[in-house]
């Protein structure tokens, strides 16, 4: 067993190294266990369309009914298709196998209890769990469950038709799935809507030949981009592998990043729920918080993580979260969980409604100059002291946002560190007025950085 594939948000790794069928047996015994002995008895159950699914699919599903669990089985399907299930079946909680954006090799699950995906100590409960199995505590035996399958795209598709309400003018829209789960609702769905649909690499298909299924890289867009201009089309809409992060570009070939498609919709919800909350997380443009405070709203910055996002805007009422990765939670006529389809479906609303076409809104928001995020290899016993010695730095001669990391509030700019939760990484990014003081943040931060972890090596 490799402890490594229980991480912040969810369990990954590499399928056939960290997943043999064993493992996935104990796993399942593992999570059946979790959820039973918290009032779970009905859950729903997919999987992704990637090699091993089935193979994973498989021997979980027969460990989930083994721990008495009722077993809803969806299918192969998106996550927020599990999400979905979840609410429209009445469910007590939900298995998704999948590993989102991640190669080809591997694989993983997300896990629902209740209407919450699970996170942080509660996943580290499931690798406790299969430790005491291996010293010799096993749970009292149970009835098994029973297991039946369930069609959710149909309800789903329905479901978003009903939602969005598309305004007078209309366009051409290009949807890249990436080879993922995404395609086969989106393209139905905004079809249903009455949108002309360019549908690129939107068959399933789990050897991702086309491109990574990754809409946070720019070169994974370039497809979509020359698709755009050779059709015409409005806009670019592309889904990560399992659905449930967006990305958008316009017909010049600029990427909307998530925090600028937070300050679209934010502009649009606020004229009709003035005073409204959202959510974001530490990477966002300062702009953006500026930008939805101007009119009118409440922002907060919040932690990354889908899952620390979720339970954010559910303590603070917040009516939408996103976060730089492409995650959008719709609370506002939705159900506050990150799903890239809907979210499509609510910027092609957005745009028909409006006489400006993407690229005018484009033009319309706030211009400062930031990198991209810059991911800096720092070894896991480290990270996380590497980055408090540099918020105690600065935190001496610059006001700091200790939310998640350290985020520098320079008089020009902000700049950013915080150790990844998925990997031997400090994740950074830095934002300024004009490219030569951005220049200099950046090199401040690194600069900083790197004495730290000389120090911290030398020490050893």
Not at 112 to 138: C, D, N, P, V, W
């Given at each position: 067993m490799n402890p490594r594939v229980f991480r912040e948000y969810d369990i990954r790794g590499v399928a056939e190294r960290d997943f043999p069928d064993d493992f996935v047996a104990e796993l399942g015994d593992a999570i059946g266990e979790h959820l039973f002995e918290n009032g779970a008895r009905h859950i729903t159950l997919a999987r992704d369309c990637r090699l091993s699914s089935p193979r994973i699919h498989r021997v979980i599903r027969a460990r989930l009914l083994a721990a008495g669990l009722d077993v809803l089985d969806i299918g192969m399907v998106h996550t927020p298709g599990?999400?979905?299930?979840?609410?429209?079946?009445?469910?007590?909680?939900?298995?998704?196998?999948?590993?989102?954006?991640?190669?080809?090799?591997?694989?993983?699950?997300?896990?629902?209890?209740?209407?919450?995906?699970?996170?942080?100590?509660?996943?580290?409960?499931?690798?406790?769990?299969?430790?005491?199995?291996?010293?010799?505590?096993?749970?009292?035996?149970?009835?098994?469950?029973?297991?039946?399958?369930?069609?959710?795209?149909?309800?789903y598709i329905e479901h978003i038709v009903g939602n969005i309400h598309l305004g007078p003018r209309r366009f051409k829209v290009v949807v890249d799935a990436g080879n993922g789960m995404g395609g086969i609702s989106a393209v139905p769905i905004l079809r249903r809507l009455g949108v002309e649909v360019d549908p690129l690499f939107c068959e399933p298909d789990g050897r991702f030949p086309n491109h990574h299924p990754d809409p946070t890289v720019p070169e994974n867009l370039v497809a979509l981009v020359a698709r755009l201009q050779a059709t015409g089309s409005e806009i670019g809409i592309a889904l990560d592998g399992d659905a449930d992060r967006i990305g958008v570009v316009d017909p010049r070939g600029r990427i909307v990043w998530g925090d600028q498609l937070l300050m679209l919709f934010a502009r649009e919800i606020l004229r009709e729920r003035p005073g409204a909350t959202f959510v974001s997380e530490v990477k966002c443009s300062q702009v953006m918080y500026n930008d939805i405070a101007a009119h009118g709203g409440r922002a907060i910055m919040w932690k990354v993580g889908h899952s620390l996002i979720k339970t954010k805007m559910k303590e603070e009422k917040a009516v939408l979260a996103g976060e730089m990765s492409g995650h959008m939670f719709f609370a506002d006529r939705y159900f506050g969980f990150d799903d890239a389809v809907y979210a499509a479906a609510r910027v092609v609303e957005l745009l028909s409604k409006s006489a400006e076409h993407l690229s005018a809104m484009i033009d319309s928001l706030p211009v400062v100059h930031n990198t991209p995020e810059i991911r800096v290899e720092c070894a896991d016993d480290i990270k996380f002291e590497v980055v408090r010695r540099a918020r105690e730095h600065y935190e001496a001669r610059y006001p700091v946002i200790a939310v998640d990391g350290a985020r520098v509030q320079f008089d020009d700019g902000w700049g950013l560190v915080r150790a990844s939760n998925t990997g031997p990484v400090l994740v950074l990014r830095c934002e300024a007025r004009n490219p030569a003081r951005l220049a200099e943040i950046r090199a401040d931060i690194e600069t900083t950085l790197a004495r730290i972890k000389a120090s911290l090596t030398s020490d050893k």
């Open positions: 599990l999400y979905f299930s979840v609410f429209h079946l009445a469910a007590d909680g939900g298995v998704m196998i999948t590993a989102s954006h991640n190669p080809e090799e591997d694989n993983g699950f997300k896990i629902m209890r209740g209407k919450g995906t699970i996170f942080g100590a509660e996943i580290q409960q499931l690798l406790h769990r299969i430790e005491r199995r291996h010293a010799g505590s096993k749970p009292a035996p149970v009835a098994p469950g029973k297991g039946v399958d369930v069609d959710i795209l149909t309800p």
